[in-house]
């Protein structure tokens, strides 16, 4: 099915989910997010992960907010008044922080605890694409994340064993569409991509024996995404030229 049926004026909301760490989910969401930017479309982070490294990332201190992601989900404050402008034009953020590490637990007393996440999207104004930055966990942020979403984009690491993990969160992508939101869509990005290594390619083979739905662009490897990360920018706005933002921009592309 092509996700942008979805998109016709309305938002495309995005979760970028894979519970194996280090695959590529917070480089995903921060240059995807930046590339729509160039693209003329408004786009809200939302970072999910107590770790904060979304947050880190677009050069902001976690620690300097007094409101957040969680004290929204916890006491209700509309997500809007937790919104912080970030140094890319047209691109939001919703700041995480360590203590979104309680939510897992404190919700499992709490009613109706998937919806949460959708229930505050719902409330705040219009943006073009919703891209929320999962944990590296099947637990209930990422049940929350992906319930409220249309899509999950799922970074696959092109390495043989991060391909092979992929089953458990297929499993959790089948479990929320029975239960909470039938009609998320998923759709693989291989990322970390050595050109011209033999097993990087046989990866990339597998994965489209594997599974069709995959985006054409592949994200390569490259150390200028941990560079940019020191930086707190995203590629395209420190080299607009380099291989890794062009190939954010063209996955953007792919979306719109
Ligand atoms: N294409 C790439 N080439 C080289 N390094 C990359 C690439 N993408 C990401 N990285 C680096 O790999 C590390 C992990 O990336 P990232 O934080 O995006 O992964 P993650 O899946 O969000 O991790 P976690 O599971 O901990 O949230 C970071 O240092 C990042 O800068
Ligand atoms: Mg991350």
Redo the contacts with the bound molecule.
Sequence with gaps: MDIRIYCKGGTLIISIS?H??????????LNLAASLAILKKSVLLIDL?P?A?LTI?TGLNPDSFQENVYTSLVNGKPLSLVTQATSIDKVSIIPSNIDLSAFEVELQTTLSREFKLKHAIQKLPHYDFIII?C??ALGNLTINALTASDMVLV?VQAEYLALRALQKHNDLVDLVKKNTNPKIHCKYLV???SKGTLHANEVLTEAHNLYKNIFKTV????????D??TAGKALIQLMPAAS?AEAYKAVAKELI
């Design positions: 894979n194996k760490g280090g695959v590529g989910k917070t480089t995903t969401a992960d770790q490294s990332s930055d944990p590296p970074p990322t970390m991509f994200i390569p490897r490259t150390i200028k995404f941990p940019a990360v890794g």
